[in-house]
């Protein structure tokens, strides 16, 4: 049982590391509670990784309907196969996806006291709506995937409905409660007391919208384009049948829609942050200082005098992206004192990282669907500019999430030192407690496995299933005796 | 009744809708460990794939519920919480992680040796994950955290009372679980399955009932406040979950799985809600009661839309899954 022993093995390391932890942190004695930068971790991994999921339990029952619903109305068995297929695919990925999600909802408890004992009842009811409809959303995934061949094929469809649509309000839900950080209304501060709380303000504050329809572009984004990957190296591989071009075309045509409008939703959501949090802006855009008209900074960084060193500038642009306006100056970092500031270069490279690899995946769909319309056949494989563009769509799923995971480090970083913008400092809502360093290694260890895992199965899933093993039987089922004569009766002509 | 008092029903619903469902989940798991080598136990694993496979996911949801619905409301019980028990909450998590996967990954892993693995990881802390919810309950009860501050980091849940309320958690879960495993079994056409299943929770009921009579002696000193309000207020929950639990038993004895479901819900049911009425009305006990863990009256109110919401959507929906996989269940075993 090698998980067990790793388990228990870094329960040892535990004692040693724990009185690591506890001296170093002694050694140091600044004002940091020893829980911040352990929880920090934490919340980065366990965060980052989950988001990852959630995008496919967003986006991902819209794509199965789409397919789904062309197998069903146009008798189409190859849409039919490949909805069946993704099915089981999400089954996998929504198991993890519930289960890290059950970890954060811990998490936001275990790592940030300070935060849920002072605000609970002001950010706690998107919380409760988002509750809700992750329920719906496991209870309609329960029968739409033991619904296959049970239910009528026309209302077995249909469960799929319910699943986009709470995928939707969940987006909205957990991202009210990160707009409530970044803006936070709906409360007053009376003698260090909050009080005059209003939940249905904090729910409904002004951020949300916009950074709600950044995000569901980006699930759509990222999973569209994690799936049609799949299929762009299938193609590259040979399999240049009717079933991998579908199976690209769909989540292809979520993909571009996203990429395509995403730097407008970009540029709105970006467009307040002069007034709302200027110093998040003045890292992203890395203003050292105040320029009227601001250029745009390209890549470079500040060095520890403050500096900003190696940097391209394109003059105007500054002004124009981020102010919509020719000569009025982008807020600058020299306005800010040194104690109120993010880490400025995390923030600027992470916003240009994702703006970079944001437009490299709109290029990709501007091109596919420009070439189509002039009649170019990207999608033929024996052709050297298409098997170019194919090599790239394979890279467009990892593209997407690091550009996704890239413009969550901005947003979270470009807002520290503040969990709660402007009211609460985030050592202020971390523990005193050293010991959650050995909860970080032990997490690290399980999400470590839990990745090869899904790999692992996945990859296999999609290995018998190019074999003809179309039901992938339990090893404990019956299926193992007569082995898969059957499956291959079930699937003529692959 | 006042509105602090309601939404804190509203979550103790909760909490009993997670021991049953959720309970009934778990315990599956110590079924499939003791299933046997691969071969002979095939048939006890396929029906756990069988009986928790659609539910699993909804089951667990009512955890978010509880946590949600507890931050939200009392805001000042739960951080003291979070702080003081820590350790074992974190465990029961590890616990939901690596039961959650692993079921998913064997039910589509390719060879019987990976299967296997999966199998281990997800009915090894399917067993154990209850015992450290059990726990933290009993730190609860025993007035172990305290509301400023932090409690011991370990003596808070490892002491009798959590130590019980871990155990009669495993052994609730398990009896729960294969009642329903019985009852699945027996529809379908496997008699020699049906009859292995009934065996083991003969045992396992006995167990667990010795294990709830006999885990009552010790809270007479270790939880004081607790044990009063369970030989008062909550005695004829007390009563009723023995003889509901008896009942089950009998109904087992003499073959009648089907209306030992029944019986089986409501002794789980009365021996939590027996502990919800024993601690009445303290939230953290002898430390902060369900009035002053309070937050922001307009914040309940809200939470209360939420919860009729919930209670009107996710209430059918989840009768008509429940429904539909026993129903599968049952044309699958044909």
Redesign the interface.
């Given at each position: 049982?090698p998980?067990?022993d790793t388990v228990v093995g870094s329960l040892d390391v535990h004692a040693s590391l724990t009185a690591l932890t506890s001296l170093t942190a002694d050694a140091s004695s600044t004002a940091d509670p020893a829980g911040l930068l352990p929880a920090r971790q934490q919340m980065a991994l366990s965060l980052g990784w989950h988001i990852i999921l959630a995008c496919f339990g967003v986006a991902f029952p819209t794509i199965i309907l789409a397919m789904h619903w062309r197998g069903v109305y146009r008798e189409d068995a190859d849409a039919m196969r490949l909805a069946r297929r993704w099915s089981?695919v999400s089954?996998?990925l929504?198991?993890?996806g519930?289960?890290?999600?059950?970890?954060l909802?811990?998490e936001?408890?275990?790592l940030w006291?300070?935060l849920?004992?002072?605000?609970?009842?002001?950010l706690?009811?998107p919380?409760?709506?988002?509750?809700?409809a992750?329920?719906?959303e496991?209870?309609?995934?329960?029968?739409y995937?033991?619904g296959w061949d049970?239910m009528k094929p026309k209302v077995h469809l249909l469960m799929l409905v319910?699943m986009a649509i709470t995928g939707v309000v969940g987006t909205f839900c957990v991202l009210a409660v990160n707009a409530w950080m970044n803006e936070p209304t709906g409360f007053d501060i009376v003698d260090g007391e909050v009080t005059n709380?209003?939940?249905?303000a904090a729910f409904f504050n002004d951020r949300v919208w916009l950074q709600f329809g950044h995000m569901w572009v980006a699930t759509f984004m990222v999973a569209g384009f994690c799936i049609a990957a799949v299929y762009a190296v299938g193609m590259l591989k040979g399999r240049r049948d009717r079933h991998h071009r579908l199976g690209f075309i769909v989540p292809f045509v979520f993909a571009s829609v996203a990429a395509i409008s995403q730097p407008v939703v970009g540029h709105f959501l970006g467009a307040e942050l002069a007034e709302i949090q200027p110093s998040k802006l003045a890292a992203m855009e890395l203003a050292t200082t105040s320029e009227s008209p601001s250029p745009m900074t390209l890549g470079g960084y500040v060095n520890s005098d403050g500096e900003k060193v190696g940097a391209i500038e394109i003059p105007y642009l500054g002004s124009i992206i981020a102010m919509e306006s020719l000569s009025e100056p982008v807020p600058s970092l020299d306005e800010f004192a040194e104690e109120d500031l993010p880490p400025v270069n995390l923030t600027h490279w992470s916003f240009q990282i994702m703006i970079g690899l944001g437009m490299l995946l709109m290029g990709l769909a501007l091109i596919f669907w420009f070439a189509r319309w002039r009649k170019w056949d990207l999608l033929d494989a024996d052709r050297a500019t298409s098997r170019w563009f194919l090599r790239i769509m394979a890279f467009s799923g990892i593209a997407a999430i690091a550009a996704m995971e890239t413009g969550w480090i901005t947003t979270e970083v470009g807002r520290q030192p503040w969990i709660v913008y402007g009211v609460m400092r985030t050592p202020e809502a971390a523990?005193d407690?050293s010991?959650l360093w050995w909860?970080y290694w032990?997490t690290v260890v399980?999400y470590t496995l839990?990745t090869i895992?899904?790999i692992?199965?996945l990859r296999?899933?999609a290995?018998?299933w190019r074999r003809g093993d179309e039901s992938?039987p339990?090893?404990?089922?019956p299926e193992?005796e007569t082995g898969s004569a059957t499956d291959a009766a079930q699937e003529p002509a692959r | 009744m006042s509105l602090e008092v309601v939404v804190a029903a509203a979550l103790f619903a909760g909490v009993l809708f997670y021991a049953v469902l959720g309970g009934a989940d778990f315990g599956s798991g110590f079924y499939d460990l003791t299933a046997g080598g691969?071969r002979s136990g095939?048939r006890i694993?396929?029906q756990v794939?069988h009986s928790i496979?659609?539910?699993w996911?909804?089951n667990?949801?009512w955890?978010?519920?509880v946590?949600?619905?507890w931050?939200?409301?009392f805001?000042?019980a739960?951080?003291p919480?979070?702080?003081t028990l820590?350790v074992p909450?974190?465990l029961a998590?590890?616990g939901?992680?690596?039961r959650?996967?692993?079921?998913?990954?064997?039910?589509?892993?390719?060879?019987?040796a990976?299967?296997r693995?999966?199998g281990?990881?997800f009915a090894?802390s399917s067993v154990i994950t209850p015992f450290f919810l059990g726990a933290v309950a009993g730190a609860i009860a025993s007035g172990r955290v305290p509301a400023e501050g932090r409690g011991d980091?370990w003596a808070s849940w490892l002491n009798p009372t959590s130590v019980i309320g871990g155990l009669v958690a495993i052994g609730t879960c398990a009896f729960l679980a294969g009642v329903f495993l019985v009852a699945d079994a027996t529809r379908g056409p496997d008699a020699d399955l049906a009859a292995s299943l009934r065996r083991r929770v003969l045992a396992v009921g006995i167990g667990t009932g010795a294990i709830v009579l006999a885990g009552l002696i010790p809270l007479h000193d270790d939880a004081p406040t607790l044990w009063y309000g369970l030989t008062h207020r909550a005695l004829p929950l007390v009563i009723a979950s023995a003889v509901l639990g008896a009942a089950t038993l009998v109904l087992l004895w003499v073959r009648r799985p089907g209306i030992a479901r029944f019986t089986a819900v409501g002794a789980v049911a009365a021996v939590v809600s027996g502990w919800g009425m024993g601690q009445y009305p303290w939230f953290l006990v002898d430390e902060i009661t369900i009035t002053d863990a309070a937050?922001?009256t307009?914040?309940l109110e809200?939470?209360l839309v939420?919860?009729g919401?919930?209670a009107a959507?996710?209430g059918p929906?989840?009768g008509?899954?429940l429904h539909?996989?026993q129903k599968?269940s049952a044309?699958d075993a044909h």
């Open positions: 049982m998980l067990l089981k089954a996998v929504f198991a993890i519930a289960v890290s999600g059950t970890v909802s811990f936001m408890g275990l006291p300070g849920m004992g002072t605000f609970g009842d002001v706690g009811l919380f409760a709506f988002e509750g809700l992750f329920f719906l496991a209870i309609f995934i329960g029968l995937l033991y049970r319910p709380i209003q939940p249905w523990g407690n010991g909860l032990i399980v839990m895992g899904a692992v199965v296999s899933m290995k018998r992938l339990s090893p404990y089922g193992l | 691969s095939a694993r396929r794939d496979g659609p539910v996911e909804a667990h949801v955890l978010i519920y946590l949600v619905v931050w939200t409301a805001p000042s739960y951080e919480v979070m702080r820590i909450l974190f998590v590890g939901i992680v690596l959650g996967s692993a079921f998913a990954f064997r039910k589509y892993a390719e060879s019987l990976l299967a693995f999966f281990v990881v090894v980091l937050g922001a307009a914040t809200a939470l939420a919860v919401l919930a959507l996710v929906s989840l008509y899954l539909t996989a599968w044309e």
